[in-house]
């Protein structure tokens, strides 16, 4: 007989109480445990969420909706917000605590649920503060690099070709500050299936060290360092934002200007990299930060 599936999962600081409905899990069983077993933890942290789901037994209603690129949301009296897409129909609670509806049997439609939960408790609530970005994220020497980037741009080659110790995400970096500093997490939200092998450091953040704009070099990959307007400019583009009506944007300009300050100005820059190249040793031919 299937059963549910029921993890507690730490993703950076934040604890989510998933709990999946049985009905047609078959489908998406095996992808959930490979992209999410390596962050369960067997006790809950002091940031918890609850996150209850089941399978519609008829898409129909969702597949309905009209198709939108992101979560749209309508605001309850109550307080709760109905978040829907073609694939996701939840309620979410007043104070972001608990999330419960239908999602369509996919590994996309659940990280649609987990992704703003995140958002909201890090970026909206700032418990901590953070930052989300279309990133690819790698620790190199005890330090974290994040390469923001478009789509396309070469994130997930960068994540499967280029050296490191620890590769955090191909495609959504989660970022936290801590005392003025600014740490990197692992992040089981990638563009690619992802099979995390069991290791104590998905629940260790890293510090850090450089911001580089992710170019596609045309002869010799090389770091450019960029006034900290330019970059502020291009990060902020490459910060995710849900469609929540209480994400404004002022504390995404604040954290991500508090991030750029933090380091120091010749490692913020651009990075014109030839896939496969080794983007540490260009960046930073004087050894580690």
Not at 49 to 75: A, F, I, K, M, N
Not at 164 to 178: A, C, F, N, P, R
Not at 271 to 280: E, I, N, Q, R
Request: aromatic share 6%; glycine share 6%.
């Amino acid at each position: 007989m299937e059963t549910a599936f029921d993890r507690l999962l730490r993703i950076g600081p934040v604890t989510f109480k998933l709990h999946v409905e049985a009905h047609d899990l078959r489908w998406s069983r095996d992808l959930l445990a490979r992209r999410l077993d390596a962050f369960v933890v067997e006790a809950a942290g002091p940031e918890v969420v609850s996150v209850r789901l089941r399978h519609p037994h008829d898409l129909g209603p969702l597949q309905s909706t009209h198709l939108h690129p992101e979560l749209q949301t309508t605001l309850a009296p109550d307080g709760t917000r109905r978040l829907r897409r073609w694939d996701v129909d939840v309620t979410l609670d007043a104070d972001h605590h608990g999330l419960r509806g239908e999602v369509a049997p996919s590994v996309p439609a659940i990280d649609g649920c987990l992704l703003p939960l995140w958002f909201l408790r890090t970026v909206v609530d700032e418990r901590p503060r953070g930052l989300m970005l279309h990133a690819a994220s790698a620790v190199h020497d005890g330090h974290a690099w994040i390469f923001p980037a478009l789509s396309g741009t070469g994130k997930s080659t960068l994540a499967r070709l280029t050296p490191g110790d620890l590769v955090l995400s191909d495609e959504i970096t989660l970022l936290t500050e801590h005392d003025g500093a600014w740490f990197a997490w692992p992040s089981p939200f990638w563009n690619a299936d992802r099979h995390f092998e069991p290791d104590p450091r998905v629940h260790t953040p890293f510090p850090v060290a450089h911001v580089a704009l992710l170019a596609q070099a045309k002869a010799t990959t090389r770091f450019v360092p960029l006034p900290l307007d330019e970059v502020l400019v291009g990060v902020l583009q490459q910060t995710v934002r849900f469609n929540l009506e209480m994400a404004s944007e002022a504390p995404l300009f604040s954290a991500v200007m508090d991030l750029l300050t933090s380091l120091q100005p010749d490692r913020i820059g651009r990075l014109d990299l030839l896939l496969a190249d080794d983007p540490y040793r260009t960046a930073s031919p004087d050894g580690p930060p």
